[in-house]
């Protein structure tokens, strides 16, 4: 009776134990990066940041591009018109990377919804306010989604930053918490600067502003990426 026990304690077991291997296997590949990530960093990196470029071209050149274009002018000001480029930008973006990179990133595709929704209230209601208020609502929902994500075990940032580093599970935690304070801080920091200053101001510090800041932070997390870095196994060949 005891050995028929223990024989089916094993077999269950030996069941379990291909199930717990693939959830394993699944969780390690969401935060591996995909073969078209790695082939593409820089295209990445352009498709991210080239609609907040052309947010600023719009806005800069604003009165200019209305007069090429005398159609623009039933969108608005020159941030409305650039709200409306912005938007164009973005979901061309999206695109892209889901032709290319065959997923969309999570980040991009989250400011993206954000970027359609706020900047459509814009438009529509003839009020800037809300193209202003994106940034903070984009970075709250960043931070917070991380924090509370590692409040339950889950590093999320492995699944924006997995093209770029290879870390192990304490490395991403910290790099998880990091982040997220700094999305916070991000978020405090748009709203000093929309409610207290012009457009020109606003615009130029959202381009030119946060861009610097965000790379002198991200230089910053070196010294942790370098220390919990691991060592990604030998490539399978691919065919």
Do not use: C
């Amino acid at each position: 009776m005891t050995q028929n026990d223990d024989l089916a304690s094993t077999t269950k077991a030996s069941k379990l134990e291909p199930q717990k291997l693939d959830k394993m296997q699944t969780i390690e590949s969401d935060t591996t990066p995909t073969k078209e990530e790695k082939q593409h960093p820089m295209l990445k990196l352009a498709l991210e940041i080239g609609p907040l470029l052309v947010f600023f071209f719009g806005n800069l050149r604003g009165e200019w591009l209305v007069e090429r274009f005398p159609a623009l002018s039933a969108i608005g000001g020159p941030l409305l018109v650039a709200t409306a480029l912005f938007m164009v930008a973005t979901v061309a973006s999206l695109i892209v990377s889901k032709i290319v990179f065959k997923h969309l990133p999570v980040m991009p595709f989250v400011s993206g919804v954000v970027v359609l929704v706020f900047g459509s209230l814009s438009i529509w209601l003839q009020d800037e306010t809300f193209i202003k208020m994106k940034p903070t609502i984009v970075n709250t929902l960043f931070g917070v989604t991380l924090l509370v994500g590692l409040a339950f075990g889950k590093s999320l940032l492995g699944y924006v930053f997995n093209a770029a580093f290879q870390l192990d599970e304490a490395g991403w935690k910290k790099l998880t918490f990091r982040w997220g304070i700094f999305f916070l801080f991000l978020a405090v920091i748009n709203e000093v600067v929309w409610r207290n200053f012009s457009d020109e101001v606003w615009i130029n510090f959202k381009v030119w502003g946060t861009m610097p800041i965000t790379i002198i932070f991200t230089l910053a997390q070196m010294p942790l990426i370098m220390r919990h870095t691991v060592q990604a196994p030998e490539a399978e060949a691919e065919k």
